[in-house]
T-cell receptor
């Protein structure tokens, strides 16, 4: 059973556009929701994360929107750049279990120059 | 470079052979994690250590897999009698001692890509 469902599987966006990646979860014990960015040949790197006590978190061009009642969260990349082309993973972990992160299947993002 | 390092970066082996991977975490990180990532999938948790103690193992970790962290520093992951289904990227991550009320960020290494022929 996939605990964190991510969509779309792949995404192509024009330079300067907004990239949006969506995730949904079922486990109400999840209380930490990070997004990871992975470039080819590299391990994932933490991009931005949110706790369910807020509905939005913004860091530079990256924003997480969180809807606790719908059990959904999304990543928005504003003014997308070719350097943002990578695979993005949403993830979740339970309270006091940040040792065990559950990842989505990933979204391969390509920004057209 | 003071990040997580893994060795080797690539390993090709024949079915039935044993392989061993090494992970060197960020200095003074007391937690170390192993994940497996197959093509088109996110990383899947395998096991983790706090210092030298192995605290949890996933059901994905069959009895052919063994991980050690003997001195609480580097770790090894051994796969015995490899099968073609073991072909994957094996990722290691480390995190510092958890501060009260804080979430630990896991820092990932570049991974070891295993191909079993």
């Amino acid at each position: 059973q996939q605990q964190v469902k991510q969509s779309p599987q792949s995404l192509i966006v024009q330079k300067g556009g907004i990239s949006i990646i969506n995730c949904a979860y079922e486990n109400t014990a999840f209380d930490y929701f990070p997004w990871y960015q992975q470039f080819p040949g590299k391990g994932p790197a933490l991009l931005i994360a949110i706790r369910p006590d807020v509905s939005e978190k913004k860091e530079g061009r990256f924003t997480i929107s969180f809807n606790k009642s719908a059990k959904q969260f999304s990543l928005h990349i504003m003014d997308s750049q070719p350097g943002d082309s990578a695979t993005y993973f949403c993830a979740a972990s339970e309270r006091n279990r940040d040792d065990k992160i559950i990842f989505g299947k990933g979204t391969r993002l390509h920004i057209l120059p | 470079d003071t990040g997580v390092s893994q060795d080797p970066r690539h390993k090709i082996t024949k079915r039935g052979q044993n392989v061993t991977f090494r992970c060197d975490p960020i200095s003074e990180h007391n937690r170390l994690y192993w994940y497996r990532q197959t093509l088109g999938q996110g990383p899947e948790f395998l096991t983790y250590f706090q210092n030298e103690a192995q605290l949890e193992k996933s059901r994905l970790l069959s009895d052919r897999f063994s991980a050690e962290r003997p001195k609480g520093s580097f770790s090894t992951l051994e796969i015995q009698r490899t099968e073609q289904g073991d072909s994957a990227m094996y990722l290691c991550a480390s995190s510092p001692r958890r501060a009260s009320g804080k979430v630990n960020e896991q820092f990932f290494g570049p991974g070891t890509r295993l191909t079993v022929l």
